[in-house]
C-alpha cells in the first residue's frame, strides 16, 4: 500500500492511495482526510486504507485518476516535529573541540537524538522558489519512513 498527499485541502494536502505503478491513484478523504489523521488512527484506518488499496489494485476504486506527480505535496506537508538518530560522534566532537567545550564520554556510548520544529515542507517537483543567486543556500535532504 502506497500513500500520498495531493496539494489541495488545505495545509496538510488530501491523503491519496496510489497504485504501485505510481500512474494512478484514489482519495481516501472518506476514511481519512490527512495522512497526518490515518497516522494517528492507524490501527482503525490501515484496514480501510488497504481495502481501497486492493480496489484501485482491481481497478473498482470509485473516482480513481491519472496520477501526475506535480500534484503531489510532501507526504507529511506540515509534520509537528521531527526527531534525528543519526548524528555522528565524530562530527559531534569536532563541533564541540571548535566551540571550546569538552565531549562528555557518555557520547560514545549513549545514542545521540536531536529534535527540531517544522515548518512547510515541499513536494517531489516543487522547484525552489525562494533561491537567488550568490546566497550560498545549502540544502539537505532526508528520507523518513513512519513505522509502529
Not at 488545505?10 to 492511495?17: A, C, E, H, M
Not at 538518530?85 to 563541533?95: D, M, N, R, T
Not at 522547484?127 to 513505522?147: A, F, I, N, T
Amino acid at each position: 500500500m502506497k500513500l500520498a498527499s495531493l496539494k489541495e485541502g488545505g495545509r496538510d494536502g488530501t491523503l491519496i492511495v496510489v497504485d504501485r505503478e505510481l500512474t494512478r491513484a484514489v482519495r481516501a478523504t472518506n476514511v481519512a482526510p490527512t495522512l497526518q489523521k490515518a497516522l494517528d488512527d492507524w490501527a482503525v484506518v490501515a484496514p480501510k486504507l488497504r481495502a481501497l488499496a486492493e480496489q484501485l489494485a482491481d481497478d473498482k476504486a470509485p473516482g480513481s485518476f491519472a496520477l501526475g506527480t506535480t500534484a503531489l505535496a510532501a507526504p507529511l506537508p506540515r509534520a509537528f516535529q521531527w526527531a534525528d538518530g543519526s548524528a555522528y560522534v565524530v562530527h559531534v566532537e569536532l563541533v564541540r573541540k571548535a566551540r571550546g567545550v569538552e565531549m562528555p564520554p557518555s557520547f560514545w556510548t549513549d545514542p545521540l537524538m536531536y529534535q527540531g520544529g517544522s515548518d512547510s515542507f515541499i513536494g517531489p517537483k516543487r522547484r525552489d522558489r525562494g533561491r537567488r543567486r550568490g546566497l550560498g543556500h545549502r540544502l539537505r535532504g532526508r528520507g523518513r519512513r513512519h513505522c509502529r
